[in-house]
């Protein structure tokens, strides 16, 4: 046989196994970015796709169905677009990120907008969003990797992952733990409306095996004394991310985009645990700053909703069943009966009162003892 049926033979082979590997990794899909095939015991279980928000999130927003955006941090991607839709008569799309500073929410929401004609906006607006030592570069490698495309409105495509042997690893492994059932219930987004679904808890929680007080503590420990520069415990406040901030409420007036911004709770002890940690006071700074450029409503401190921890699956992420009355605030629906004294609206005429209450409500919390 001569060189040149060689290479023809290499080349055919070379087309079927690229093609072979394509294929089982777009039909076994181990991270969900499709979800075009289902079997049960093959692939129904998958990998978590939270880690590839970026693609995840910008391949169903590219579809330009949407004229609603939820912004923010995990905080808000626990909460139903159902619900809003259900207030705005609306299509809502959660574009949580999670931990993500207010550059990446300030530049995913243009994105967003730019393949959908955007409406309204709710942001809940986090704390954690203004840690100056929070950056994109060095904490969030998936939209590190595709910033340009998002800065310049580019359609984001998966040919790379599904051409990809890694990748193909994946599917191989996740075939094989579904088969034996051997794969966990991971958390995962939804891929029709991009909500955070925690069914790895709510399965632990049906089964009864769910350890609230210990994932309410693990939680606080890692987030508030963890020696690291994105724990609270560094935090220091950037008025560049302020910065940020503004453009994207200075956008929606130019666009008339309707905007509801709020800061979500978080569970009484972590509340407590800004205090102990020393950072109270870029807490408040925080909330002073932001009413200079809008009104807020402030579900933290201690209410209803953040004292019960059966509203709660770690300190910060509420269950989706409390969407309802976190939206109803939001929107002023009074037709539904809320805990009182949850969520203030904050306006620049009553800021000090407001942060002089909050003073008030704070409890010692001994982070030593977690």
Not at 87 to 95: E, G, I, M, R, W
Not at 150 to 159: G, H, P, R, V
Not at 270 to 285: K, R, T, W, Y
Not at 323 to 351: C, H, W, Y
Request: glycine share 4%; proline share 2%; charged share 25%.
């Amino acid at each position: 046989m001569n060189s040149k049926k060689w290479i023809k033979i290499l080349l055919i082979l070379c087309v079927l196994g690229v093609g072979f590997i394509s294929g089982v990794n777009y039909l076994v899909d181990p991270i969900g970015l499709n979800n075009k095939v289902l079997i049960n015991n093959i692939n129904t279980k998958k990998y978590s796709n939270t880690l590839m928000t970026t693609r995840f999130k910008a391949n169903i927003l590219g579809d330009g169905n949407f004229d609603t955006i939820m912004l923010g941090t995990s905080r808000i991607g626990v909460m139903n677009p159902n619900i809003v839709n259900k207030h705005l008569n609306s299509n809502a799309f959660n574009l949580e990120y999670p931990g993500s500073n207010t550059v990446i929410q300030n530049k995913f929401f243009k994105y967003a907008n730019h393949f959908n004609d955007i409406k309204y906006l709710i942001y809940a607006i986090d704390f954690i969003a203004f840690n100056e030592n929070i950056t994109i570069k060095n904490n969030f490698h998936d939209f590190y990797k595709l910033e340009k495309e998002i800065d310049n409105f580019d359609e984001i495509d998966d040919f790379d992952l599904y051409f990809n042997i890694e990748t193909f690893i994946k599917s191989v492994k996740i075939v094989i733990k579904n088969i034996l059932n051997i794969q966990q219930t991971e958390v995962i987004y939804l891929s029709e409306n991009g909500m955070r679904d925690y069914r790895n808890y709510i399965e632990e929680n049906e089964k009864g095996t769910f350890k609230l007080d210990e994932n309410i503590k693990k939680s606080i420990s890692y987030s508030f004394s963890k020696n690291s520069i994105t724990s609270y415990k560094s935090y220091k406040f950037s008025y560049e991310y302020l910065e940020y901030f503004k453009n994207t409420i200075d956008y929606c007036n130019r666009n008339n985009i309707k905007f509801f911004v709020y800061i979500p709770p978080m569970y009484s002890d972590a509340f407590d645990a800004i205090n102990s940690v020393g950072q109270f006071d870029e807490f408040e700074l925080f909330k002073k700053e932001l009413v200079k450029i809008t009104d807020y409503i402030d579900f933290t401190g201690h209410n209803k909703i953040s004292e019960n921890k059966n509203n709660y699956w770690d300190y910060g992420h509420l269950r989706v069943e409390t969407t309802e009355q976190i939206m109803a605030r939001i929107f002023n629906n009074k037709s539904i009966d809320l805990p009182e004294n949850s969520g203030v609206l904050v306006t620049k005429e009553n800021i000090d009162e407001h942060l002089e209450n909050l003073r008030k409500q704070v409890k010692d919390y001994d982070l030593e003892k977690i």
